[in-house]
């Protein structure tokens, strides 16, 4: 997983548990099922193969692991104290983490198996019946990220890889990096306007499992991220065109409302190798979205 995302380091807590329903946090869970056909598959070799249920399962259990692991990946700096900050505002960003290692296991899911197991073992993982792909969350993130790779310039999946290697706070700021700088957003504004676009950005997604109890279409997740997507391109685009603004509601918000972080609190910067000054953040605030630029319709 660090291979495909850059991201060396981990947030898994080393422990593998039953999965009982729980919401997800740092431990890997397996099904009973599961864990039994990984550990057989383990222990299977070509000429003494899994039979087609146990291969089935396999299969099943390895999605979860990568999925998992998708969503756990962080940068190399990432320490304790960014953890205990994560940890303390998690259930924030539990739709938007859940949503992008689940997209990010899926579409590479070959490219995962090829690089973690022995070629007898993943070949057994990949000829087996493949799980039925996420339709509830993962479709919204892939969709946001096709928007910013589009806007952006970017390889196709390529915002979406670089969401899954920065943990679950900062995983929407890496999008509204690219798209500040594709837009053209002054170097001195674009704290700013990141800021704004995650803030944002981050309200709409967590906000989508309740949406999508309204709306039961099959496509109603990507529908949404696409236009999730859209608003952050169109924020970006504003800011650029309008120097200032995003400074200007940043300090309005500030304020206004109190900060989604105590100051200093390391969860919203991205983990760097050497301390540097710190670079003005915006607030989250609760209050309805500006008037002045386009906001998504919930």
Do not use: C
Not at 121 to 141: F, H, M, S
Not at 209 to 224: G, I, T, W
Not at 235 to 248: F, K
Not at 288 to 293: L, S, V
Request: net charge negative; no cysteine; glycine share 8%.
């Amino acid at each position: 997983m660090a291979e495909l995302t850059d991201a060396p380091n981990s947030r898994w807590d080393g422990k593998i548990e039953p999965d009982g329903g729980q919401a997800p946090d740092t431990t890997l869970r397996l099904t009973e099922d599961q864990a039994m056909a990984l550990g057989k598959l383990l222990e299977s070799s070509r000429t003494h193969p899994l039979d087609g249920a146990d291969a089935t399962a396999a299969r099943e259990g390895f999605q979860v692991v990568a999925a998992s692991f998708a969503r756990w990946a962080v940068p190399e700096e990432y320490d304790a104290r960014h953890e205990a900050a994560t940890a303390s505002v998690g259930s924030r960003f539990a739709t938007i983490e859940q949503a992008v290692g689940t997209a990010f296991a899926e579409d590479h899911g070959r490219d995962i198996v090829d690089r973690s197991l022995p070629y007898e073992l993943a070949t057994q993982v990949r000829q087996a019946q493949p799980p039925a792909p996420d339709r509830r969350l993962a479709p919204a993130a892939r969709a946001f990220a096709t928007a910013v790779d589009e806007a952006a310039g970017l390889e196709e999946g390529e915002t979406l890889r670089r969401m899954a290697g920065e943990g679950p706070v900062r995983m929407v700021g890496a999008a509204a990096e690219e798209l500040a700088v594709a837009a053209g957003v002054p170097n001195v504004e674009r704290p700013f306007a990141v800021g704004r676009i995650t803030d944002e950005t981050d309200l709409q997604f967590a906000a989508l499992p309740s949406v999508l109890d309204n709306r039961k279409h099959a496509d109603a997740a990507q529908e949404y991220g696409k236009v999730v997507g859209e608003v952050a391109v169109s924020m970006a685009e504003t800011y650029a065109a309008n120097p200032g603004m995003a400074r200007n509601e940043s300090l309005a918000r500030q304020q206004d409302t109190t900060s989604r972080f105590a100051s200093g609190d390391p969860a919203l910067a991205r983990p760097q190798a050497q301390p540097r000054d710190p670079a003005p953040t915006a607030n989250r605030t609760t209050s309805g979205p500006d008037q002045k630029r386009p906001t998504l319709d919930r």
